[in-house]
């Protein structure tokens, strides 16, 4: 089975703060993992997958398979980056599981 | 390109009702995926069609039923509905088929089961 596990129901940092959004994983095979995101009023959006190892709007995620960890990292948020984030798994099955979301509020 | 778009945006039903909800995919996606959010189950995987066939399914009971058509539209259809049916129904369309390609969401239609 996969289960992806975000333990940060609400997060809340001050604009020019370091941001780290938690993700962890359960899977036994080698996943491929996703970081979505909603921005209020738009729709659910990819941000970035690890097999890109990309950094995009400035976020990174390395995923850490001996932690089995995906966690989004941010240097310097901004209020733009308000948002839900959903950490999304896929393994063997070829199917997105996704973690229950962090809310993220960047404040003035 | 048109982004995913899902019809009806909202939907009032009452309990044993029937629904189908509509998803037409980004042209020249032939793989459409469905999910289910609600505030406590958060998104769950309902099934993926790719090509007319059913290629994935989550785990739901039988009452939750899709279709695609030659042109990669895709319907959902759930029967003799419960309270516990009322969320947001998002679809997802991609190029190709399984959970590796990004997926690209609609804006979701809003059921609600009174």
């Known amino acids: 089975a996969q289960r992806v596990t975000q333990p940060e129901k609400l997060l809340s940092v001050f604009k020019g703060a370091p941001v780290e959004l938690k993700c962890n994983y359960s899977?036994?095979?080698?996943?491929?993992l996703f970081w979505y995101v909603q921005y209020s009023r738009q729709r659910l959006q990819l941000l970035l997958r690890?097999?890109s190892r990309e950094s995009i709007k400035g976020f990174t995620a390395d995923l850490n398979k001996g932690e089995t960890s995906f966690h989004l990292k941010k240097p310097f948020a901004q209020e733009e980056d308000s948002a839900m984030y959903y950490c999304?798994?896929?393994?063997?099955?070829?199917?997105?599981?996704f973690g229950s979301g962090t809310q993220l509020t960047v404040l003035p | 390109k048109a982004g995913v778009t899902q019809t009806p945006r909202y939907l009032i039903k009452t309990r044993g009702q029937q629904v189908t909800l509509s998803c037409s995919p980004i042209?020249?996606?032939?793989?459409v995926s469905w999910y289910q959010q609600t505030p406590g189950q958060g998104l769950q995987f309902l099934f993926e069609?790719?090509?007319?066939?059913?290629?994935n399914k989550g785990n739901f009971p039988g009452r939750f039923s899709g279709r695609q058509f030659s042109n990669s539209r895709s319907e959902m259809n759930v029967s003799t509905l419960e309270l516990g049916d009322s969320a947001l129904y998002l679809c997802?369309?991609?190029?190709?088929?399984?959970?590796?390609?990004?997926?690209?969401f609609g804006p979701g239609t809003r059921l609600t089961v009174l």
């Open positions: 997802a369309s991609s190029p190709a088929s399984g959970g590796l390609n990004t997926q690209y």
């Open positions: 899977y036994s095979g080698s996943p491929e």
């Open positions: 690890h097999i």
């Open positions: 999304a798994l896929s393994g063997s099955a070829r199917q997105l599981t």
């Open positions: 042209s020249g996606h032939r793989s």
């Open positions: 069609y790719f090509s007319e066939t059913q290629r």
